[in-house]
T-cell receptor
Framework: DGGITQSPKYLFRKEGQNVTLSCEQN?????MYWYRQDPGQGLRLIYY???????QKGDIAEGYSVSREKKESFPLPVTSAQKNPTAFYLC?????????????FGPGTRLTVT | DQQVKQNSPSLSVQEGRISILNCDYT??????FLWYKKYPAEGPTFLIS?????DKNEDGRFTVFLNKSAKHLSLHIVPSQPGDSAVYFC???????????FGPGTRLSVLP
């Protein structure tokens, strides 16, 4: 089955501990995205990647950094550099970038940092 | 400042009736609009879209209307079914732009 997977579904970490959120797709999509959702807010774009070895900052990239070494994978490290990391994180992919291309979303990872 | 607004956080509708979800945008450069649906513990899924050259797009029970002069779009679901209960996100983009801007979502509850 083709799709996009994120693991784990729930992640708990203590403040100061670094963690990497996983995102894998087997849809052969070039573009991949990371969003976060906070209560009462829509999905806000953190970073996106149009193609392997390329990535661009989204609206809330501060404190995050990414890399894209493989077409099927776009991990998101969450480090102590991110001031408010507790959120619901969604990964997505699409054939290309832009509104005309439907984005396929993973099930999300809820990260709680205490 | 939110470029895509959904001013109703929640909406309740009786089964069989029409659900109307509203969305407003501020950026006149947006020319492609999408609706996504999200169930709890799942990622959003694409529902329907509309290009700015149209004022209406229909797909089964779902119709999206676009009023460019008012910078307003709406999603109509007729007839509403309990399985439609979900959070609906309005989104906007420049056609072939780099990314999509999402609204905060409206939680629809369809009551049996």
């Amino acid at each position: 089955d083709g799709g996009i997977t994120q693991s784990p579904k729930y992640l708990f970490r203590k403040e100061g501990q670094n963690v990497t959120l996983s995102c894998e797709q087997n849809l052969n999509h070039d573009a991949m995205y990371w969003y976060r959702q906070d209560p009462g807010q829509g999905l806000r774009l953190i970073y996106y990647s149009q193609i392997v070895n390329d990535f661009q900052k989204g609206d809330i990239a501060e404190g995050y950094s990414v890399s894209r070494e493989k077409k099927e994978s776009f991990p998101l490290p969450v480090t102590s550099a991110q001031k408010n990391p507790t959120a619901f994180y969604l990964c997505a992919s699409s054939i290309g970038t832009g509104g005309a291309y439907e984005q396929y979303f993973g099930p999300g990872t809820r990260l709680t940092v205490t | 400042d939110q470029q895509v607004k959904q001013n109703s956080p929640s909406l309740s509708v009786q089964e069989g009736r029409i659900s109307i979800l509203n969305c407003d945008y501020t950026n006149s450069m947006f020319d492609y609009f999408l609706w996504y649906k999200k169930y709890p513990a799942e990622g959003p899924t694409f529902l329907i879209s509309i290009s700015s050259i149209k004022d209406k797009n229909e797909d089964g029970r779902f119709t999206v209307f676009l009023n460019k002069s008012a910078k307003h779009l709406s999603l109509h679901i007729v007839p509403s079914q309990p399985g439609d209960s979900a959070v609906y996100f309005c989104a906007a983009s420049y056609n072939y732009g780099q990314n999509i801007v999402f609204g905060p979502g409206t939680r629809l509850s369809v009551l049996p």
